[in-house]
């Protein structure tokens, strides 16, 4: 049986995008296709990965106490992970646009 859209999970976690955003399969398929072999449980581990270690850095710069525990319910956090592709497509944009400049 299909589940509502918007419907919310405590625990576990989905394969498909919210939003307009990727799905951990097709970032496995992606990374496989990159000669790096890779299933959808391991890209969400090396997402959530990351995504801690952000957490952390954010923590640490603005001087904040948080415990492990903290850290990994903010880095699973659907709205974190979004802000943070953002700010990294910002860069990245920005990136490309100095190197056009370079260019020229």
């Known amino acids: 049986m299909a589940l509502r859209r918007g419907t919310k999970f405590k ?3 989905a394969t498909i995008p919210q939003d307009e955003g990727v799905n951990y399969r097709d970032i496995a398929d992606t990374m496989t296709e990159l000669g790096y072999p890779m ?3 391991s890209a969400r581990n090396y997402t959530l990965r990351i995504m801690q270690k952000f957490v952390a850095a954010m923590a640490h710069a603005y001087d904040i106490d948080i415990d492990e525990q903290r850290i990994v319910l903010v880095a ?10 953002e700010v990294l ?4 944009s920005e990136r490309r646009r100095r190197c056009l400049l370079k260019k020229k």
Request: no cysteine; aromatic share 10%.
């Open 39 to 41: 299933n959808h449980s």
């Open 76 to 85: 699973k956090s659907p709205s974190f992970q979004k802000s943070m592709a």
């Open 89 to 92: 497509q910002t860069i990245e």
């Open 11 to 13: 625990r576990g976690y």
